[in-house]
């Protein structure tokens, strides 16, 4: 049977009792979500979890494959045998480092809680439901490598099956809102060069560090990009490393930045590049420009400042995003998920995959933003 195309459904968020049975006997939606939090899968790390899910999955009856990505990586793509129109996605791997899951009377905690795997655990849920009410053109995507540079989604995206999808219900924590955009990401690395000298005649040598501080200094200063829509362009200086030891002058050093863009890539680059005005070398290793994304009538609307695969899925077809928790929790070592906004994600999801259901081929981004990617 496909998807339904007359009234919308209604459907009632699950609770603990509500279980799914399957080769690891019966879970419950919180037992899910904690299952899959006390799988470590560590950017890197996440043949584990995959392995489980792939297993879970086949004894729910999908159609489970395994798209190789690097070395023991790989994407998980599960099916029903139906073409897949609407695929629910999000992402396997987590950030440093893994945090075992507990839980009380309303939050559950653990490394991955809301980033995202109590998303993944409500996306099998609602995918769940609907079969259960006859709906089988549904796919799962759970990618690899979000966390660091989208490698999982960049390879998905040459999956055949992606030009069947019609619409992608991508999962980031949004507090359950349909967020209708998202900013840019420019990763970069600024590298400075110097001359070692023994620190008590520093006029001897020549610090890279001074130098990297010097231009650090400049482009936190700089007046960057803003968007009517978007808001400001940011840059977080995350990591700086350079020199051997106290007493010597450092010959090299660098730092690893991101910034999150609100306009087109290349205008941020090019203040950029004036800013450092060759005083370093910078080296790009991603980006891509903000993106506007489908709305859905009668769901709750934000914008978020974070970025996601979806720009690295554009042959999946109309991308959404939406899903349980809140990203102020993620990455941190408080990270949880409230079980009462879980539950509700499992009912959201469904109705909203009702909806694209019913207008398959029909709703459209207005003014979507061009993107711009790079490997």
């Not at 219900?169 to 600024?190: C, H, M, Q, V």
């Amino acid at each position: 049977m496909g998807m339904a195309r007359g009234k919308s459904r209604t459907y009632r968020a699950p609770d603990q009792a509500v279980t799914m049975k399957g080769q690891f006997g019966g879970m419950n939606l919180f037992e899910l979500t904690r299952k899959l939090i006390d799988i470590p899968s560590v950017t890197d790390d996440e043949a584990a979890l995959c392995d489980f899910l792939a297993s879970y999955l086949k004894s729910l009856g999908y159609s489970v494959e395994l798209q190789p990505v690097e070395d023991k990586r790989s994407n998980l793509l599960a099916t029903t045998g139906a073409p897949p129109r609407i695929v629910f996605s999000t992402h396997l791997d987590t950030v440093p480092p893994h945090i075992p899951s507990s839980e009380d009377s309303a939050y559950i905690y653990g490394r991955g809680a809301c980033d995202a795997k109590g998303i993944i655990a409500a996306q099998i849920f609602a995918a769940e439901k609907l079969r259960a009410s006859g709906v089988r053109e549904l796919g799962l995507l759970f990618t690899v490598d979000e966390e660091l540079a989208s490698a999982g989604a960049v390879v998905a995206n040459q999956h055949p099956v992606a030009t069947e999808c019609r619409y992608l219900i991508n999962g980031e924590p949004t507090d359950n809102l349909l967020a209708t955009g998202t900013k840019g990401s420019l990763r970069f690395t600024i590298t400075t060069a110097g001359r070692a000298a023994h620190s008590a005649y520093p006029e001897q040598g020549d610090s890279a560090i001074e130098k990297l501080l010097d231009v650090l200094d400049d482009v936190r200063c700089c007046v960057w990009p803003r968007d009517e829509f978007f808001g400001e362009t940011t840059c977080n200086i995350g990591v700086i490393s350079g020199g051997t030891k106290p007493n010597v002058v450092p010959a090299h050093a660098q730092a690893e930045l991101q910034m999150r863009v609100v306009t087109e890539v290349a205008l941020v680059k090019k203040l950029l590049e004036q800013t450092i005005d060759g005083r370093a070398e910078i080296e790009y290793s991603s980006e891509h420009g903000p993106v506007r994304l489908l709305e859905v009538p009668g769901v709750d609307l934000c914008v978020v400042r974070f970025t996601t695969d979806i720009p690295y899925l554009s042959r999946w077809g109309q991308a959404l995003l939406l899903g349980p928790g809140s990203i102020l929790d993620a990455h941190t070592d408080h990270e949880r998920i409230s079980k009462a906004q879980l539950s509700a994600a499992v009912e959201l999801y469904c109705n909203v995959a009702e909806t694209l259901a019913l207008n398959l081929d029909s709703l459209r981004v207005n003014d979507v933003a061009e993107v711009e990617l790079r490997s």
